[in-house]
């Protein structure tokens, strides 16, 4: 793996990772991007779900991989006294912990922030979950996707001729709350820095969520009206939708902001009736009529590729953008260019290729330094080189 | 519990990690979530809106259905918090202005088409040169560089190019996008995230740094396991419900009186469940052995596992699945929401007057900071309302001399 000589912004701080699953990894792998020393410790008994339940195949997961670059990995049993006691003496020398365990498990293990704050004053620790630690869900077994439902996002997120929940298949909320888990902990970093002090953060992944989804809250509590799932259309902008092309399963998405994108959008596609019909030339007439423009749009659209829409309209300055899969993006001339791909060795898999770093530093950019470690790989390594701990 | 900021109480007393840092946010919605995080963390956020407003306050709904420039609920949302001066950038003396202010600042957020602030003398390269440790962040649909930079987007089309709606919705309905602003939210996570990276770095270095964010990466990272998938086996993840295939039969399902999300993943979530639902032959049938199996198995499995979650009423079922550690919400719909039990008890919802719109509630910064969590939440800013005391205070001007820049059209 090639490294630049380039510093990284974050090269001074230790991280240690009781973490497991994704939001937790996901956060500290924010910070291992961009330099931090991040130590995930692992037990041996019970390696990271993630991996899988066939050990011969546990450091061959690509799910885990997703999770775990530029780290290093301990292989620590955690309820031997003596492991605990390195694991102290780990956190006299680190900087940050990020935890995402089911409340109490952390106090179980003699790493709650009580503790920990004893044997260092200035660490910071952030505890990720679903529900939080308190209230009458706080300590709920939960997953990303129970998070959706919670929320109202599933609900909402639908066509409005189902009557039933569909929501999507996405994890997102355990993205979303890892980049929230990483930001929290960077805060508490960066206060550090100004004040010396450490903190304890403790922060619901639920509400995370939630806090997308304000306007629908208001709309409630304040009109009184209940927010209806609308599928793809928009509440203010017409035309707005999703709309299929030639090919199996190829869409593109399609949206008019407003009057002057509209006056664009009838020359892209050769309307010009439309262009001067003063019914259509505000957005509350289109909203109107949507439905028939919907279905000239479609017959317009299903003679062309995904791609072919995309770039008409955008070449009239018309927001219109593919419904990309995997295939697409990888494949994608643009995210090729800025190099977003990021092909991951590894020591026993074949390269795969992988979501880059979206921040963009112009001085001090992210770096691939190690790839995804297998169980146990660095326990030596830290206990030899960091701890100075004789491993019998 | 007090959930209103009143004399002498201030935001330090939570967490407040941007306390004294001034972020001067001249973007669009594409910006808002960025600026929204850092302001509920103590930052001085100046929003810089064109003399009409910013976009967002033009998008419904509109507090009892009466559209002003102060009554969006989405402008309420996202801009609590924050501070509002006018400014018109297109004009010389707009971004003579803005340059002066930039001295001021550690931060600013934008999110125009590429190029455009470079047009304008107000690109990085330019105001790094007036203040050498600003911190400027670029939040886009496609970034930067490449292509495709100066494509233009909406929050359906970014989230659309960015890969989550392909894998959104039913296999028999076109693909479905996601409700609100998530991308640009995702986005906005991402910039926070990495303006604090630079605010470290630049503590060490004194220096400032451009952050190129775009928004399509930004929805590509939260794609789970879809991309790697596709390049390891050549899987394609297509649509298929509220669950992946490789996870049914976990999934939503009706009790009598409405929906639960109900997951009993893990070898010790099913066991729970199969001897809660008293049905030995589902533990012993090797059809159903373990995940695999049971994904590949999944058709006969629901309709049994529906059967059982019929009898109950929702909230008996949540509570006992949940004895059983077997994770389980409810489906809410936003008034359930609002109701919710753990929302109410954790001040998730936070009552706050504003000045014109009156009582509303915003939701709370999600964290919890020595045991505290009710935040103080300030309403968002009526149209300029900070333009006399930010120019006087940063630039020393009068408010004669904003009234003459005012009429002018400069503010």
């Given at each position: 793996m090639k490294t630049s000589k380039k510093k990284l912004p974050l090269s001074n701080i230790r991280v240690i990772e009781l973490t497991e699953q994704g939001v937790g990894p996901g956060a500290g792998k924010l910070l291992a991007d961009f330099g931090a020393e991040s130590i995930r410790i692992e037990s041996p008994q019970r390696p990271d779900g993630m991996r899988g339940p066939i050990p011969e195949r546990q450091n061959k997961s690509v799910l885990f991989n997703e999770f775990n670059r530029n780290k290093k990995g301990m292989a620590l049993n955690l309820k031997e006294s003596k492991n605990q006691n390195i694991l102290h003496e780990l956190v006299s020398i680190s900087d940050l912990v990020i935890e995402n365990f089911s409340p109490g498990v952390m106090g179980r293990l003699a790493m709650d922030y009580d503790t920990i704050s004893k044997i260092n004053p200035s660490i910071v620790m952030v505890s990720l979950s679903g529900m939080g630690h308190s209230g009458p869900f706080g300590k709920f077994a939960i997953y990303g996707p129970n998070l959706m439902t919670w929320s109202g996002l599933t609900h909402l997120w639908n066509h409005p001729d189902i009557d039933f929940p569909v929501g999507s298949q996405t994890y997102h909320p355990d993205f979303f709350a890892a980049i929230f888990g990483a930001y929290l902990a960077l805060g508490g970093l960066f206060r550090r820095m100004a004040t010396g002090h450490g903190c304890y953060i403790e922060a619901p992944e639920g509400e995370m969520g939630a806090s997308s989804l304000g306007g629908f809250y208001m709309q409630y509590l304040k009109n009184k009206q209940e927010p209806q799932p609308i599928g793809n259309k928009s509440t203010h902008m017409a035309p707005h939708g999703i709309y299929k092309c030639k090919g199996k399963d190829k869409w593109v998405s399609i949206a008019v902001r407003n009057d002057k994108d509209w006056q664009g959008f009838c020359k892209a596609i050769n309307q010009k009736g439309w262009a001067k019909e003063p019914g259509l030339s505000t957005a509350s007439g289109r909203l109107k009529e949507q439905n028939k423009l919907d279905s000239k749009i479609q017959s317009w659209t299903k003679k062309q590729s995904q791609t072919e829409v995309t770039e008409i309209l955008q070449s009239y300055g018309v927001p219109a953008g593919e419904v990309m899969g995997p295939k697409e993006l990888l494949e994608d001339a643009h995210t090729n260019h800025r190099k977003f791909w990021t092909k991951t060795e590894h020591p026993l898999m074949k390269p795969i290729r992988m979501e880059g770093q979206p921040i963009g530093l112009s001085r001090t950019p992210w770096q691939l330094r190690l790839p995804p470690f297998m169980i146990g790989e660095h326990t030596e390594e830290i206990l030899r080189d960091l701890l100075a701990v004789d491993e019998s | 519990m007090k959930s209103e900021i009143s004399k002498g109480e201030t935001m330090s007393d939570i967490f407040d990690p941007m306390s004294g840092i001034r972020v001067l946010d001249v973007s669009d919605l594409k910006g808002a979530y960025c600026t929204k995080v850092l302001a509920d963390q103590g930052a001085s956020v100046v929003k810089v809106e064109p003399?009409?407003?910013?976009?967002?306050?033009?998008?419904?709904?509109?507090?009892?259905?009466?559209?002003?420039?102060?009554?969006?609920?989405?402008?309420?949302?996202?801009?609590?918090?924050?501070?509002?001066?006018?400014?018109?950038?297109?004009?010389?003396?707009?971004?003579?202005?803005?340059?002066?202010?930039?001295?001021?600042?550690?931060?600013?957020?934008?999110?125009?088409?590429?190029?455009?602030?470079?047009?304008?003398?107000?690109?990085?390269?330019?105001?790094?040169?007036?203040?050498?440790?600003?911190?400027?962040?670029?939040?886009?649909?496609?970034?930067?560089?490449?292509?495709?930079?100066?494509?233009?987007?909406?929050?359906?089309?970014?989230?659309?190019?960015?890969?989550?709606?392909?894998?959104?919705?039913?296999?028999?309905?076109?693909?479905?996008?996601?409700?609100?602003?998530?991308?640009?939210?995702?986005?906005?996570?991402?910039?926070?995230?990495?303006?604090?990276?630079?605010?470290?770095?630049?503590?060490?270095?004194?220096?400032?740094?451009?952050?190129?964010?775009?928004?399509?990466?930004?929805?590509?990272?939260?794609?789970?396991?879809?991309?790697?998938?596709?390049?390891?086996?050549?899987?394609?993840?297509?649509?298929?419900?509220?669950?992946?295939?490789?996870?049914?039969?976990?999934?939503?399902?009706?009790?009598?009186?409405?929906?639960?999300?109900?997951?009993?993943?893990?070898?010790?979530?099913?066991?729970?469940?199969?001897?809660?639902?008293?049905?030995?032959?589902?533990?012993?049938?090797?059809?159903?052995?373990?995940?695999?199996?049971?994904?590949?198995?999944?058709?006969?499995?629901?309709?049994?596992?529906?059967?059982?979650?019929?009898?109950?009423?929702?909230?008996?079922?949540?509570?006992?699945?949940?004895?059983?550690?077997?994770?389980?919400?409810?489906?809410?719909?936003?008034?359930?929401?609002?109701?919710?039990?753990?929302?109410?008890?954790?001040?998730?919802?936070?009552?706050?007057?504003?000045?014109?719109?009156?009582?509303?509630?915003?939701?709370?910064?999600?964290?919890?900071?020595?045991?505290?969590?009710?935040?103080?939440?300030?309403?968002?800013?009526?149209?300029?309302?900070?333009?006399?005391?930010?120019?006087?205070?940063?630039?020393?001007?009068?408010?004669?001399?904003?009234a003459t820049l005012k009429s002018a059209g400069t503010i």
């Open positions: - | 003399p009409d407003g910013d976009e967002t306050r033009y998008i419904p709904p509109f507090a009892n259905d009466k559209q002003n420039l102060e009554s969006s609920l989405w402008f309420a949302h996202y801009h609590a918090n924050k501070e509002s001066i006018t400014l018109n950038m297109e004009s010389d003396e707009g971004t003579n202005l803005l340059k002066q202010l930039v001295e001021h600042a550690d931060v600013l957020v934008e999110s125009n088409t590429p190029g455009a602030m470079d047009k304008l003398g107000l690109g990085y390269k330019d105001l790094s040169k007036i203040n050498p440790s600003l911190i400027y962040a670029s939040i886009t649909p496609f970034g930067q560089t490449g292509p495709r930079k100066a494509f233009e987007g909406t929050e359906l089309t970014t989230l659309a190019t960015g890969g989550l709606t392909f894998e959104s919705g039913l296999p028999d309905h076109p693909p479905c996008t996601a409700p609100a602003y998530m991308s640009y939210d995702f986005a906005g996570i991402y910039a926070a995230a990495g303006i604090t990276v630079c605010l470290i770095e630049r503590g060490l270095s004194g220096e400032g740094q451009h952050i190129d964010l775009s928004i399509q990466e930004a929805v590509a990272a939260t794609t789970d396991i879809m991309i790697p998938a596709y390049d390891n086996e050549g899987l394609e993840l297509t649509r298929n419900g509220f669950t992946n295939t490789r996870l049914e039969p976990a999934g939503l399902y009706k009790c009598q009186d409405g929906w639960v999300c109900f997951m009993p993943l893990r070898p010790t979530q099913w066991d729970a469940m199969v001897e809660w639902m008293d049905n030995p032959e589902l533990l012993q049938d090797p059809m159903f052995l373990d995940m695999m199996k049971r994904s590949e198995n999944s058709d006969i499995l629901k309709p049994i596992i529906q059967e059982f979650v019929e009898g109950f009423k929702r909230e008996d079922f949540l509570i006992q699945a949940q004895e059983r550690h077997i994770p389980t919400t409810l489906v809410n719909t936003i008034p359930d929401f609002v109701s919710d039990p753990h929302v109410v008890s954790e001040n998730s919802l936070i009552k706050t007057e504003h000045p014109e719109i009156g009582t509303i509630h915003l939701t709370r910064p999600p964290y919890n900071v020595a045991g505290k969590n009710s935040f103080p939440m300030n309403p968002a800013p009526l149209l300029g309302q900070h333009n006399n005391k930010t120019y006087g205070e940063l630039l020393g001007l009068t408010s004669d001399q904003c």
